[in-house]
């Protein structure tokens, strides 16, 4: 598993991101869901600011950064192989 933990931005809808991804793969999970103790200038108390979520063994956190930034379509590369023949396969 590698050291580093990518980190999708979402407007407002990181958790239930997560939890759909986390319903596609095997070994996937939410782990954690940080909200807003308090009311801040662009939202409320209990507002989700961030999600940590496994996908296959890999974790990944959701930033609800907000509208700053477009989405795109998410090509995650989750076509971890369990054997090395299954990665020649894939065409990897």
Known sequence: MS???PCLW???NAEEAAEFY???FPDS???AVHRAPSDYPSG???DVLMVE???MG???SGLNGGPQFQ???LKLGIRRCWQYQSANEMGY
Do not use: M, R, Y
């Open 53 to 55: 979520f496994i996908l």
């Open 29 to 31: 999970h939410v782990d």
């Open 71 to 73: 989405q795109t379509v």
């Open 44 to 46: 409320k108390a209990g």
């Open 10 to 12: 979402f407007d407002g």
């Open 22 to 24: 986390a319903s596609l």
């Open 58 to 60: 890999q974790p990944f």
């Open 3 to 5: 050291g580093i933990t």
